[in-house]
């Protein structure tokens, strides 16, 4: 039997290389949005898409990785698997499903190690109408702001009774919802929005209205790590609030979708979800989403893990041992390498894939 890791890369670059090399023998096209920014190791930065699937298949499923940075570790090892399952592409071609895969939505933060783009934009709070409206106010974020970026890292004793004292006095769901729901007004801070399109963000929205609008019926999995128990994928409804599209969703995949508006999921209702754009660029499709969450630490480890690499990127001086610790310390609150959990997200994305090619053929 051949070990799953070999589907899981150690950085962005290596990623890039098999994604591409396993995409350009089976696609019909391969195309690169690149980004201005150079990655970690001085390394060109692209979005890489690849299409596979006859010319005249009228659905599509998109498969995402690295929506959030330093994630597609996880996503981008789904995707080079998908790429090497010939049954399960033989299975999407007889059902007329064409295969959209976006590879590292977020090149920047998959080659920094971080969850958010160069301008510390949280792609997943991004697609908002800027200019357009009001922004959603979020002031429960402006109180604890202070306490998750304190001066020094590690945080003091006096910062974290500090940090303890506020989550008693609100509530740790108040608390949660707070910080981690998106928020508009401190640039350096969590989970932060950004106060105009992202670079990415116009990529994505570019490869959506190119590739994917031509389609009438399109699934979208989106690969997401940092929340959950370990290894457990955790299948969050990704789509308008319209529940006619949850209940597709739930035809799809399960009644188990977890719906965050209703409050059945792992995940906080968000603002600004990067799945919203299908409703922009694809507005004659009928589109099914989802997101597809794997656990990796307990919630209070990834939001400290989250706050040391905030508290890095203002802090370009640290030394590079205290470096080096922040860094994998994010990259172990998004990805475990070992090969139990490896194993586990393969099967489970498989089985979403499937579960998608049986619910566009339906």
């Keep these: 039997m051949q070990s799953t890791t070999r589907y899981f890369s150690s950085s962005y670059a290596q990623a890039r290389e098999r994604f591409l090399s396993a995409a350009s023998p089976l696609a019909s096209l391969v195309q690169s949005y690149g980004i201005e920014p150079l990655g970690s190791e001085g390394e060109p930065l692209a979005t890489d898409v690849a299409l596979i699937g006859d010319a005249d298949a009228e659905r599509l499923l998109i498969m995402t990785s690295a929506t959030h940075g330093v994630e597609g570790f996880c996503g981008s090892g789904c995707q ?19 295969l959209l895969l976006v590879h590292a939505v977020n090149p920047y933060g998959f080659s920094w190690i971080a969850r958010t783009d160069e301008g510390n934009v949280d792609l997943n709070r991004n697609a908002q109408p800027f200019g357009a409206q009001a922004l959603p106010a979020n002031p ?22 500090d940090l303890a004292l506020h989550i ?67 299948k969050i409804y990704a789509g308008r609030r319209d529940e006619a599209e949850v209940a597709r969703a739930r035809c799809w995949w399960g009644s188990d979708i977890a ?40 919630w209070e480890e990834v939001i400290h893990a989250l706050r040391g690499r905030n508290w890095l990127r203002a802090h370009p001086e640290a030394g590079d041992m205290l470096r ?22 393969l099967g489970q994305s498989r089985v979403a894939v499937l579960q998608a090619l049986c619910g566009l053929e339906a």
């Design 140 to 161: 429960g974020y402006g109180l604890v702001h202070g306490l998750l970026l304190p001066q020094e890292w590690p945080p003091t004793d006096g910062n974290r009774q």
């Design 259 to 298: 719906v965050p508006y209703q409050g059945s999921s792992a995940s906080v209702d968000i603002t600004g979800h990067l799945a919203g754009l299908i409703y922009q660029a694809c507005p004659d499709s009928e589109p099914t989403l989802m997101a597809l969450e794997f656990g990796t630490q307990p």
């Design 324 to 345: 080096r610790e922040i860094l994998k310390a994010t990259l172990d609150a998004f990805y475990c390498g070992q090969e139990d959990w490896q194993g586990m997200v």
């Design 168 to 234: 008693e006095q609100h509530g740790l769901p108040a608390v949660t919802q707070a910080v981690s729901q998106g928020q508009y007004t401190h640039a350096d801070g969590l989970f932060y929005g950004g106060d105009r399109p992202a670079a990415s963000l116009v990529n994505l929205r570019g490869i959506l209205q190119t590739h994917a609008s031509p389609y009438a019926r399109i699934g979208w999995i989106d690969v997401h790590t940092g929340l959950g128990p370990r290894g457990h994928g955790e």
């Design 80 to 98: 080079l698997a998908l790429l090497d399952d010939a049954p399960m592409l033989e299975r999407a071609r007889r059902a007329g499903v064409a």
